[in-house]
């Protein structure tokens, strides 16, 4: 090693404007910045190549992560039978559990006895509000609390009860639950999503001051650096506003690959996908990685399907070893000039929605949607026009591929009547469009 060092210690180092003038010779006369220079809708400019002199030596180090847990989500319909599926999950390694509760169970810690006997971490995720179930579940030790008023508000439109005074049991609970995930499937850029995701939980600090615990459930895309990025620059600027309130508490990240780039046609191409999002959930130092089935869209849920998705993070943590290394992004230059450049606007967002009220009274006055949604619609003009590539949907499509008959669910956009306080959030697929046509095509031959 020590030969190495020397050998390379006898070339020299060659500075940023070097580089720069090289490329410019290459170019032939082309202006730089409009020829390799790309900027992205955020405002973040990626250059062709970055060295030492990128490095956002201003900014703290990111914290350290303990390596990622392998997770699984159940939904509770039955006690008995999600205890015996869970203990099999563990036995085939899965390493944490999220139960999805429709409703209040009476006695919860007795009746889940078995399961927090297998001593992996709980988290208990509610679709509905009731203090009381929620002060029951505070007092189970090793069980997290995941429940989470303003999603509801951002993704129906509407609070739980109808209520905006849904912060009593908050005020005291031990964990505060922001659930990003639905500004991503909505559309949201990543530095939207890391700003709204601070905005959404600055709301609970103002009504907490002293939790225990911070839980972030992101969903993310295929864009592998700007992902890993995110969730980085996510963690500093939690430290950031955390610091600002006087607050303690651990922050966690739960990811998941998001559902706005998933397709039915070539649905294979979804294992690709999928693959390198949990890689960007596990280089960016999520703490909580739950797979999302290749078939989740059109099909119920199947052990084929859970299972693949679960091999691909078993192979990443266990034959990759990607769980070995805490922080692996550390030292990228463009990464870490990608993590600089995302904190700051996102920061900048952030402050600009302080400004305006806070993140509740942005959504009021849909602000928050007319933002994403102009995001969105750009994004879905350019897949619609070929210029975003989705492998199997817009590109290299094949046209012996039917679906008209592999529908078990329906995987497209639901439009439902009813009255709401706001403009909900809307979570649609970038390929719908495409994928309807093709579909009317299936039916319109047989």
Same mark, same amino acid.
């Given at each position: 090693m020590s030969d190495n060092k020397s050998q390379f210690s006898t070339f020299e180092s060659v500075s940023a404007a070097k580089w720069k003038q090289q490329i410019q010779f290459e170019l032939k006369g082309a202006d730089y910045n409009e020829t390799v220079v790309r900027q992205t809708a955020d405002g973040i400019k990626v250059k062709p190549f970055y060295n030492s002199?990128?490095?956002?030596?201003?900014?703290?180090?990111?914290?350290?992560?303990?390596?990622?847990?392998?997770?699984?989500?159940?939904y509770v319909k039955n006690v008995e039978k999600t205890i015996q599926r869970a203990t099999k999950l563990v036995a085939k390694g899965c390493e944490a559990v999220i139960l999805d509760l429709p409703e209040p169970i009476a006695d919860f810690q007795n009746a889940f006895a078995a399961l927090f006997a297998l001593q992996i971490p709980v988290f208990v995720r509610t679709?509905?509000?009731?203090?009381t179930f929620f002060e029951a579940i505070a007092k189970v030790e090793g069980?997290?609390?995941?429940?989470?008023?303003?999603?509801?508000?951002?993704?129906?439109?509407?609070?739980?009860?109808?209520?905006? #005074? /849904?912060?009593?049991? *908050? +005020?005291?609970?031990?964990?505060?639950?922001?659930?990003a995930g639905v500004y991503h499937n909505a559309g949201a850029t990543?530095?939207?999503?890391?700003?709204?995701a601070l905005a959404h939980a600055?709301?609970?600090?103002?009504?907490?001051?002293?939790?225990k615990e911070v839980v972030f459930q992101l969903e993310l895309g295929s864009d592998f650096f700007f992902e890993i990025a995110a969730i980085r620059a996510l963690r500093l600027l939690y430290q950031t506003v955390a610091n600002t309130f006087g607050i303690t508490a651990k922050s966690s990240i739960i990811a998941i690959p998001g559902k706005r780039n998933k397709t039915i046609y070539d649905y294979n191409v979804n294992m690709l996908r999928s693959t390198t999002e949990c890689m960007s959930a596990i280089l960016g130092g999520a703490d909580f990685i739950q797979n999302r089935?290749?078939?989740?869209?059109?099909?119920?849920?199947?052990?084929?399907?859970?299972?693949?998705?679960? #091999? /691909?993070?078993?192979? *990443? +943590?266990?034959?990759?070893?990607?769980?070995k290394i805490q922080n692996p992004s550390d030292g990228s230059y463009f990464i870490e000039s990608l993590t600089a450049q995302m904190a700051r606007l996102a920061l900048e967002k952030l402050k600009q929605i302080e400004a305006d009220g806070g993140f509740i009274a942005s959504l009021k006055k849909e602000r928050i949607q007319a933002q994403i949604k102009l995001q969105a619609d750009a994004e879905q003009q350019a897949v619609?026009?070929?210029?975003?590539?989705?492998?199997?949907?817009?590109?290299?499509?094949?046209?012996?591929?039917?679906?008209?008959?592999?529908l078990e669910l329906y995987p497209f956009l639901k439009v439902q009547a009813r009255k709401t306080i706001i403009a909900p959030l809307?979570?649609?697929r970038l390929a719908e469009n495409i994928e309807q046509e093709r579909l009317k095509s299936e039916k319109s031959t047989l």
């Open positions: 002199e990128d490095r956002a030596t201003h900014l703290p180090a990111v914290p350290k992560t303990e390596p990622f847990r392998i997770t699984e989500t159940l679709h509905f509000y009731d203090e069980v997290t609390l995941l429940t989470d008023p303003i999603h509801e508000l951002a993704a129906t439109g509407n609070w739980y009860t109808g209520s905006d #005074n /849904q912060f009593g049991f *908050l +005020k005291q609970s031990p964990t505060i639950f922001v659930n990543p530095v939207q999503t890391v700003a709204f600055v709301e609970y600090f103002n009504q907490q001051s002293k939790p089935p290749y078939d989740a869209l059109y099909h119920k849920e199947n052990e084929f399907g859970n299972r693949i998705a679960r #091999n /691909q993070l078993l192979i *990443l +943590k266990h034959e990759a070893h990607l769980d619609d026009a070929g210029k975003h590539v989705l492998i199997g949907t817009n590109i290299f499509k094949n046209s012996a591929d039917q679906m008209a008959d592999q809307i979570q649609k």
